[in-house]
């Protein structure tokens, strides 16, 4: 079976022009139809839903029990920088949770980051993200940038750029 984050960033449409952080980066894959259109993803026998699974590729694993909640509302937005942990009852505009929010992100996996100039990689189509701390992929299609997703490995976020780069030139 694929790399299940190759697969659900090819799911992710994040907007060629625009802000990588602000704007909302929508699945394009299959939805929730109760709930109100959360996304969701099946690796394997499992269903886990997009916004979740953003959430721990950026930040690692989901504490028991918390909940990861959008703060731009759109419930098929899977952008991390739009998400945070809270509990079922939790109001978004809880100072309580900003708190805990915050403490969410120094939580997060420290996977390095470049040790030269600070987005470099040794990969093409590969930068630091400096905001997730994630190995972001880009390739340049007819002149525009397409984002491929945010990656934990430097070789994950080129594997996905290779992976496109292939298609490209078998397609065309
Ligand atoms: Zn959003």
Redesign the pocket.
């Known amino acids: 079976m694929r790399n299940p984050i190759h697969r659900f960033w090819e799911k992710v449409q994040i907007p060629f022009y625009g802000d990588f952080e602000e ?3 929508i699945w394009v894959g299959t939805k929730t139809k109760i709930g109100n259109g959360y996304g969701i993803l099946w690796l394997k026998d499992k269903m886990v839903l997009a916004h979740r699974f953003s959430w721990e590729i950026a930040n690692g694993s989901i504490p028991l029990g918390k909940y990861v909640l ?5 419930r098929s ?3 991390p ?3 945070f942990l809270g509990t079922q009852v939790d109001n978004i505009n809880d100072m309580v949770q900003k708190n805990r929010q915050s403490k969410g992100l120094n939580r997060r996996l420290e996977t390095g980051g470049p040790k030269t100039s600070p987005n470099a990689s040794k990969f093409k189509g590969v930068c630091w993200d400096k905001g997730t701390k994630k190995w972001r992929a880009r390739i340049l299609i007819d002149g525009k940038s397409k984002h491929l997703g945010l990656f934990m490995l430097e070789e994950e976020a080129s594997e996905a750029y290779q992976e496109i780069l292939k298609g490209i030139t078998n397609g065309k």
């Open positions: 704007d909302c980066w959008h703060k731009c509302d759109n937005c899977a952008n920088y739009h998400l």
